[in-house]
């Protein structure tokens, strides 16, 4: 068997008690694209121990540039509000700056397919969900919040709703800096592939029934600006969307408070597909 099959099965599978009994695993699933293979930890509630035939819904959760897939297990109590929501939640590797899109000039920058054919098929595979889009949810900030829209967007087959906290909604706002230009090229000449992978200029492509939409940034971050845009032309598209602001800038002690309302928000969507 070859070296990345053993790493597909399951390379590392961590099973780290806490006070709320949810289970976290550590995986390392082969991106097909790229030709590696790239972390992701889950956490399961107590729950799908006690009722084993039981399918959970589940929620993706994006980290942030220069971040990593530890990073939300790192900060946040997951297994708490897994076993409070009674969510299985999946955290996959985004790349230091990989966006969550597929970069048209570098094959080793494609963490939209790494998500869609290899994160999600293999957790429906492993793991007991409801592997439908109207039980799966995908949320993320600043880059992982554009991930999180633009992934909904674009696949609303996959995903039912979408959270967004502080994210970068407008690519062209930050065109010199967060290494974009490695996956979409140099904006003065290829400033059109740039408008075409941003989420506020792909809000027409929405998918139109059964959906969920929340977007949350704090009223002193730097991208607060076209946080706003996205939220008005939402409205004078009239499509149904919770928009929220609050005190607070680009930090995770934001992100940390708003993850609770985030999965609050989910839950309430889940409930409504019963």
């Known amino acids: 068997m070859q070296s990345w099959h053993r790493w597909v099965l399951v390379c590392l599978l961590l099973m780290v008690p806490n006070t709320w009994g949810a289970r976290q695993d550590t995986l390392y699933i082969r991106s097909t694209k790229m030709d590696t293979v790239l972390g992701t930890i889950v956490v399961v509630p107590q729950s799908a121990t006690t009722y084993p035939s039981r399918k959970f819904p589940v929620v993706y959760l994006l980290h942030g ?37 597929d970069s048209p000039i570098n094959p080793k920058l494609q963490y939209e397919s790494f ?32 991930g999180a829209l633009y992934l909904f967007i674009r696949h609303p087959g996959v995903f039912g709703a979408a959270g967004s906290m502080s994210g970068v909604l407008e690519l062209d706002q930050s065109t010199a800096r967060y290494s974009i230009a490695r996956i979409l090229g140099d904006y003065q000449r290829f400033s059109q592939r740039w408008r075409e992978h941003s989420v506020l200029y792909q809000l027409s492509r929405l998918p139109q029934t059964n959906s969920a939409v929340l977007i949350d940034c704090g009223v002193d971050d730097r991208f607060i600006t ?20 609050r005190p607070g800038g680009h930090t995770w002690d934001y992100w940390i408070h708003a993850l609770p309302y985030h999965l609050l928000f989910f839950q309430q969507y889940f409930e409504r597909q019963q």
């Open 65 to 101: 540039w220069s971040g990593n897939f530890t990073n939300w297990p790192t900060k946040a109590d997951l297994g708490r509000y897994a076993d409070q929501f009674e969510f299985i939640l999946v955290c996959p590797e985004g790349g230091y700056a990989g966006w969550y899109m």
């Open 226 to 245: 076209s946080n706003r845009k996205v939220h008005q032309k939402l409205l004078e598209m009239n499509y149904p969307h919770t928009y929220i602001e």
């Open 115 to 146: 998500i869609i054919d290899n994160v999600v098929p293999y957790i429906d595979r492993h793991y007991p969900t409801q592997s439908d889009r109207n039980h799966r949810a995908v949320c993320g900030l600043s880059m992982g919040g554009h």
